[in-house]
């Protein structure tokens, strides 16, 4: 647990992950007022007419300044309340020399206000150009700008993000610090969303880190989806950069919680993945918005601040302090598992449960304190089966050695402990629907783009599986695609079978003693627990000849699978 001992404030990890739109800010196109100022064409709106305001974005004051501002501007009613007002700071006479007292019946009363840099952000309009002396009109130089002409909207850590949020957002009480009111943060760039193209030295960085940052490579080391045209996405392989960081992290004591922050299709998937692999008791909340930061209608900032509320309430922890459910994603002031949340629509509100029986734990407090309504009994972080501390330094996986399939050792975790990249299997979905066979000879030759992978990650990939997404709610597939998939089962490539889209229902494990019943995961949730469960297993024991195993072969892999069984049956 973290250490909260005295009156210092409890202290959360924030993670930055990919393509996070929570992270990423609205395009900064020059303002009308720089553009007046260079003499250049003003925006309009669409039908030719001036544009009424200009956006303000938040910015730091380079020098300290003084401003006047007009009394009740701030509300249109708040005039009718004048009484209750103490006096203004002073008047403007009609040169705009300001006076403590009135010297004129035209004299203005006014508030005098000192901005500093010291104070933080303010919203004011954006003056940048491009260096062609033309305003920005959208993130790249030009329309389909390649990568180097493009800016990256996505911040590289977390910092600016909860800067903004603490500076600009306004609580039901009227007042700001939503964040820092409550908790003290460390940032970590686990696989984030916006990197520096030129560099970061260690005295520049906003995040957890040693040492400069050298140029980074989108695509490589950080993953962007806008420009929609210069989306990355990260490779598998990222997944043990990420274990390690969180790890890393929540090993060293010092926090109360985490938060991870990823774009909103996929923080059910890396949410899920920490709930399997971290072992830690402090809880985990994943995040997203539907909405850039900084949009009209923004849910991500909301999602942040109820995530650093779940995680100071403590009403995760049991009597020993330990986080009672696992990690969770906190989604439009609701709290669901990371095993049974999903996606469901781009908009605020469009996550669901999935499984069909619960998914939903909790709500946030808008008003109150959060609450639970249940609790899962699945296992997870410090009590998961699959966590890394608990995954062996190296395991058994199945490779072509000339004319046979035969066993290999794969490594798993170096001297260290860390996760290595190399480790992450490679586990394929395939999805069934009637009218989809060629055929009703049942033949697993029909089906060469299952044999394909199968033959090439025999060669390229030691530890491998498959998750057979079929008939909703218990997996069923086409003859040839069982047929097929038998042949990888063989080949030493686990298969779970699950139901097709959001199945309630469960897959009944004696349908098929020659697969792992998916209970009621998604197909997308069963491949994450299957790739944790080939680390932990390894593969299953190949046959001599995958087309035609023996009854020993059999029964060997049968018994295999009870293991990975297990682990489906309480994850």
């Known amino acids: 647990m973290a250490d909260t001992r005295g009156d210092a404030k409890p202290r959360i990890a924030v993670f930055s992950g990919p393509t996070a739109t929570i992270q990423n800010s609205e395009p900064l196109v020059t303002s009308n007022k720089a553009r007046e100022k260079c003499g250049l064409p003003?925006?309009?709106?669409?039908?030719?007419?001036?544009?009424?305001?200009?956006?303000?974005?938040?910015?730091?004051?380079?020098?300290?300044?003084?401003?006047?501002?007009?009394?009740?501007?701030?509300?249109?009613?708040?005039?009718?309340?004048?009484?209750?007002?103490a006096p203004p700071d002073g008047y403007l006479d009609s040169t705009g020399a300001f006076h403590k007292e009135r010297t004129g019946p035209q004299d203005k009363p006014v508030y005098e206000i000192s901005l500093k840099p010291e104070d933080g952000l303010y919203p004011l309009p954006y003056m940048g150009r491009q260096a062609n002396g033309q305003p920005w009109e959208t993130d790249g130089t030009?329309?389909?700008?390649?990568?180097?002409?493009?800016?990256?909207?996505?911040?590289?850590?977390?910092s600016r993000l909860f800067e903004e949020i603490d500076?600009?957002?306004?609580?039901?009480?009227?007042?700001?610090?939503?964040?820092?009111?409550?908790?003290?943060?460390?940032?970590?760039?686990?696989?984030p969303s916006g990197g520096y193209a030129k560099g970061r030295s260690a005295g520049e960085r906003t995040d957890i880190g040693e040492g400069d940052i050298a140029p980074e490579i989108r695509g490589t080391d950080f993953f962007p989806y806008r420009p929609g045209y210069l989306r990355k996405e990260p490779p598998m392989a990222a997944l043990a950069r990420v274990t390690n960081v969180v790890q890393r992290a929540l090993s060293s004591g010092k926090y109360l919680g985490a938060i991870w922050l990823e774009g909103s299709p996929f923080v059910e998937e890396t949410t899920y993945w920490l709930n399997l692999l971290i072992d830690t008791t402090v809880p985990i909340a994943g995040n997203s918005s539907q909405r850039p930061h900084g949009a009209i209608g923004?849910?991500?900032?909301?999602?942040?601040?109820?995530?650093?509320?779940?995680?100071?309430?403590?009403?995760?922890?049991?009597?020993?302090?330990?986080?009672?459910?696992?990690?969770?994603?906190?989604?439009?002031?609701?709290?669901?598992?990371?095993?049974?949340?999903?996606?469901?629509?781009?908009?605020?509100?469009?996550?669901?449960?999935?499984?069909?029986?619960?998914?939903?734990?909790?709500?946030?407090?808008?008003?109150?304190?959060?609450?639970?309504?249940?609790?899962t009994i699945k296992r997870h972080t410090y009590n998961s089966a699959v966590k890394v501390t608990q995954l062996p330094s190296s395991v058994q996986g199945s490779r072509v050695q000339g004319p046979k399939v035969e066993a290999i050792a794969v490594a798993?975790?170096?001297?260290?402990?860390?996760l290595l990249a190399t480790a992450i299997p490679k586990v394929t979905i395939v999805k069934h629907a009637r009218y989809l066979p060629e055929d009703t000879s049942g033949d697993a030759s029909s089906e060469v783009d299952i044999l394909a992978r199968i033959a090439q990650n025999l060669r390229d990939a030691p530890l491998a599986g498959f998750v057979a997404e079929g008939s909703a709610p218990f997996g069923a597939m086409s003859n040839s695609v069982d047929a097929a998939l038998k042949r990888a089962t063989f080949s030493g490539m686990a298969v779970v079978k699950v139901g097709r889209g959001n199945a309630g229902g469960f897959v009944d494990a004696t349908r098929d003693p020659l697969a792992i019943a998916g209970n009621n995961l998604t197909a997308t949730k069963a491949r994450l627990l299957l790739m944790a469960c080939l680390m932990k297993f390894g593969c299953l024991p190949p046959a001599a000849d995958p087309a035609k195993p023996t009854q020993a072969e059999t029964e060997a892999c049968q018994a295999t699978l009870k293991q990975y069984q297990e682990i489906f049956d309480t994850h």
């Open 42 to 85: 003003v925006r309009l709106n669409k039908d030719g007419s001036p544009m009424r305001f200009d956006v303000l974005r938040a910015q730091r004051l380079a020098a300290p300044v003084t401003i006047y501002v007009e009394p009740f501007s701030a509300h249109p009613l708040e005039k009718d309340h004048a009484e209750l007002y």
């Open 142 to 158: 030009e329309k389909n700008a390649p990568a180097e002409l493009t800016r990256v909207p996505f911040f590289p850590d977390g």
């Open 167 to 191: 500076r600009l957002g306004i609580s039901d009480e009227g007042v700001g610090c939503l964040l820092t009111a409550k908790a003290d943060f460390d940032f970590y760039r686990a696989l």
């Open 298 to 375: 923004n849910d991500g900032d909301r999602n942040i601040v109820d995530s650093v509320d779940y995680i100071t309430s403590k009403i995760w922890a049991e009597e020993n302090g330990r986080d009672c459910v696992g990690a969770v994603a906190i989604l439009d002031e609701q709290i669901f598992t990371s095993r049974d949340v999903q996606k469901a629509d781009a908009r605020p509100g469009g996550y669901v449960a999935t499984g069909g029986h619960g998914g939903i734990i909790g709500r946030m407090g808008h008003p109150g304190t959060p609450q639970f309504s249940f609790k």
């Open 412 to 418: 798993i975790k170096d001297a260290d402990g860390n």
